[in-house]
């Protein structure tokens, strides 16, 4: 557990790993803690929160933070709001991980981009307190170390000296980390775009024969998965802004502008989601445009073939044709036993190849196919 002491007023932060008797004195506490511990403490935490804000939260949200398979959504009290939202990046799922002791369960081989196959969908949830904000993460979660870690650094001489800020409310720092994690799937998206126009290149590829089916579907079915995942994401987001245009207008002109922020934020935080569901659609699109294409190259391939047979068969026709007039077994046939008879055929049979040949030239039935 990591319990952080913010006050943006004085750009100060101080970093506990105990729950705080009392709020600070400005600022507001951010209490991050991993889902395991979150279920062991859950008493502490509870009586915490009713020290600190006055109010606990509902079993039913309880439950929420603690489920490891529940979608991005938004849910409200009247005391606190609470987002679930699922992270993507890369490394274990949350599921994968397996407590010391116990036996670990039989994996699924998957296929697909390697990308996709570590593409972690954990859940992070974010209660938020009118001075409180509580985390839930999973196990080793690296959005959290890495955001708690760029937020101390918010606090050196050279951060103050380029003008970075601290968040200035609960509600401020979850948009911030929620970003922060949205902008972690951005930066996958160029290894993700890699990787499929490789799996692009073999489908077209004529000196390849490609039989690993199994894979693409499995791409595509990852992909459908993001893209469900960032539709919940971009779902819950816009639950939250639009919550915040129910929330009474500040009595002073600070708190007016630190609302209008919050929305701004709030707006440009969706904006980053729809971009990732912008991505994430293109890119199954052209899966599925690749594998189209695949086919119709493979068509185009066989009636190419099949043409070129065609036109060997349609030239030596003539000639089966003559052999087995000659063929018979007549007694009396003309010019059958004499040596220019023999001359006269073997010519006619050449004529005959060279007039076919031509034609069918002239009629591009023999033309080679453009690349």
Known sequence: MRVFNISPASQGIAETNTLPPQLPEPGFVWI?????????LQAQIQATLQTLCGTQLVDLHVSDLLNQQ???HYDYTSQYDMLVFRRLTTGRTEAGLVPSGETPPARVKRGGPPVLKHIDTSPVGFVVFDRVLLTVHPPDCAVRDAY????????????????VKLPASPADLMLRIVNHMVDGYLALRHELTRQLDHWQSALLSPAMRFNNWNSVLDARLGLHQLDEICEDQHAALQDWIDSIETWPDGASPGAQRERELLKIRSRDVLEHIERVVHHVRRMEQSAETAVQMHFSAQSHRTNDIMRTLTALTAIFLPLNLITGFFGMNFEFMPIIHTFSGFLW???LMALLVVVVVL????????ARSGR
């Open 345 to 347: 055929t073997v010519g």
């Open 359 to 366: 034609v069918f030239w002239r009629k591009r039935y023999l």
């Open 70 to 72: 529940l979608p991005s």
């Open 148 to 163: 708690a870690l760029k937020l101390l650094n918010a606090t050196n001489t050279e951060s103050r000296a380029s003008g």
């Open 32 to 40: 991050a803690c991993e889902r395991p511990e979150f279920e062991t």
